[in-house]
């Protein structure tokens, strides 16, 4: 499982995409959490998975759109421990489907949907989505909790989040400068791979 976004923000490197695919490892391209991530979006983890392919190898390659999103599905099925049931529209899978709507500007001309899809797709054009044959989302709009009165809850209790968040903040002040240490000396050993882009110092 591939976890590109909040590998990126919480500086654990960059996944070898390129000797993965050639070592034919089976993948599923995974988000993390809100707070390793921040979205949820499988349409930025293929795109990036697509990046990360195109700037590590000079050489053409294979078109990766296509590949990404059976990555995306039938691969995330699969490290999920459901494989058969789920990733594909075919019979006695659950019916987990989203429908995008193409008539959204990402699709204006509309000229390959897996490209599209991958490249352009940013959450925008879906118009429904249904889980196990169950509609949640239809027009753009949650129909299984009241949006509304969700938000309203929310920034009720950033009322007491927030002096809560800078009093932790405050009070862990003191413990950063010997958890950077332990990270800089835990990076020092030498594991048979780099996982960070080369700077100029570096080379």
Not at 9 to 36: H, T, W
Not at 94 to 114: G, R, W
Request: proline share 4%; hydrophobic share 40%; charged share 25%.
């Amino acid at each position: 499982m591939l976890n590109h976004l909040s590998n990126m923000k919480l500086k654990s490197g960059i996944a070898p995409v390129c000797d993965l695919r050639e070592a034919g490892v089976r993948l599923g391209l995974g988000c993390d959490n809100c707070s390793g991530s921040d979205v949820q979006s499988v349409f930025q983890a293929m795109k990036l998975f697509c990046l990360f392919a195109a700037v590590s190898e000079p050489e053409p390659g294979p078109a990766l759109a296509h590949e990404v999103l059976r990555h995306a599905t039938l691969g995330n099925a699969r490290t999920a421990g459901l494989a058969g049931c789920l990733g594909a529209i075919k019979q006695g899978y659950k019916a987990d489907l989203i429908l995008i709507d193409l008539k959204d500007p990402a699709y204006l001309p509309y000229n390959s949907a897996a490209r599209q899809l991958v490249y352009t797709e940013t959450g925008r054009g879906v118009d429904m989505v249904l889980v196990d044959g169950k509609i949640v989302v239809q027009d753009r709009k949650v129909t299984t909790i009241d949006e509304d009165a969700l938000r309203a809850e929310v920034a009720d209790l950033m009322k007491f989040f927030i002096p809560e968040y800078e009093a932790v903040v405050k009070s862990r002040k003191r413990a950063i400068p010997y958890m950077a240490q332990a990270h800089r000396q835990m990076w020092k050993s030498d594991v048979g791979m780099n996982r960070f882009v080369a700077r100029t110092r570096d080379r």
